[in-house]
């Protein structure tokens, strides 16, 4: 009888338990997958913290996490839409995105071909960003007890003197202008998750939106106000700003751009274009006598060359958005009290 003590297995094929518990197999999942993947000087010493050098301007902290299902979807995945959520939350406030962390929360038996994949998509997503990823974390979640993979990044940002973003800054006629097209993302992911073919070249739109802020402001430094309609999309920014500043908000439904397959799997699903998920949009709130050269500015960058003026901002009625149709009946745009598309970013 032998009672020799076989060596682990060292190479998984999927996830274990094991991997989050502190123990060899984790340290080899981030000496292994994580830091050749995101090597950088913050990270290297794979302390508690990472390190930074001293900036100057005021800084911006910004959080979020991502469920997304499924993973992978056209046009990208969670790791690069954590990634980009992240970057652009800063973006909307005028930095410059300096430091990301990278967090993941795992489910046992996740495939480990899929978590290579995500890592690298992260990889790529913060290299075409120019941010590094200087700390992070892993859990591990038996199995059934989570939904394969959670995401979570946080980030730091520099804001340049004199930019001053802010709902604060909305004023009755303002123009309010939108990036693009609008919807994209979360039909996309829909679609994908229900096994459909709406046509087209129906991707999402997830992307790094600081370049464009960049040029905006460069061409037009006197924006008042820019956000990105993610989670509950559109509606979701203009009832904010009108609820929180106790504006009116006039929108043109004919003037606000949608793409014919997601305005498409918008009737098929019976879902209003105006409340679905956008990774890669910004609405700016400008001065009406900057309007032009803000939707100049917009256009000259590849991912605004679809910017619309969509509407305008008025003392009344306060905190109500109303959006003319088409025919010329209005219609009061309002929050649902559930969100319609979950696990979408």
């Known amino acids: 009888m032998s009672f020799d003590c076989p060596l682990p297995i060292r190479e998984r094929d999927c996830i274990l338990l094991a991997h989050g518990s502190g123990g060899r197999l984790g340290a080899e999942l981030v000496e292994r997958i994580l830091l050749p993947a995101f090597r950088n000087p913050a990270l290297e010493p794979l302390d508690d913290q990472a390190v930074l050098p001293a900036q100057s301007g005021r800084l911006a902290f910004s959080t979020d996490s991502y469920v997304v299902t499924p993973l992978f979807f056209p046009g990208g995945d969670i790791g690069e839409l954590a990634v980009n959520g992240t970057v652009n939350d800063l973006a909307m406030g005028g930095a410059k995105p300096i430091a990301l962390s990278l967090a993941f929360i795992l489910e046992e038996g996740l495939s480990m071909d899929d978590f290579r994949r995500v890592v690298k998509s992260v990889r790529n997503a913060a290299m075409r960003a120019e941010v590094p990823i200087v700390t992070g974390d892993t859990k591990v979640v038996g199995a059934g007890n989570g939904d394969k993979m959670f995401v979570n990044t946080a980030g730091i940002g520099v804001v ?58 460069d061409g037009c430094p006197g924006v008042h106000a820019l956000r990105d309609p993610t989670r509950g999309g559109l509606a979701a ?45 910004l609405v700016a709130f400008v001065p009406e006598a900057l309007a032009d050269s803000a939707l100049e500015a917009l256009r000259s960058h590849p991912l605004g060359r679809r910017a619309t003026r969509i509407g305008h901002v008025t003392a009344d009625p306060p905190g109500v958005v109303l959006v003319r149709s088409p025919l010329g009946g209005e219609r009061v745009l309002d929050l649902p009290f559930t969100e319609p598309l979950p696990r979408i970013c």
């Open 160 to 217: 340049p003197e004199g930019c001053a973003l802010g709902s604060t800054h909305v004023r009755p006629g303002d123009a309010i202008l939108v990036s693009g097209t609008i919807g994209d993302h979360g039909i996309t992911v829909l679609a994908q998750r229900q096994g459909l073919s709406l046509g087209g070249n129906l991707t999402s739109d997830t992307a790094s939106l600081y370049p464009l802020v960049r040029t905006l402001l």
């Open 237 to 281: 920014v203009l009832c904010e700003i009108a609820s929180r500043r106790k504006l009116g908000i006039h929108i043109d439904e004919a003037s606000v751009p949608i793409d014919e397959s997601v305005r498409g799997g918008c009737e098929l699903f019976g879902i209003d274009p105006f409340y679905v998920a956008n990774e890669g949009k």
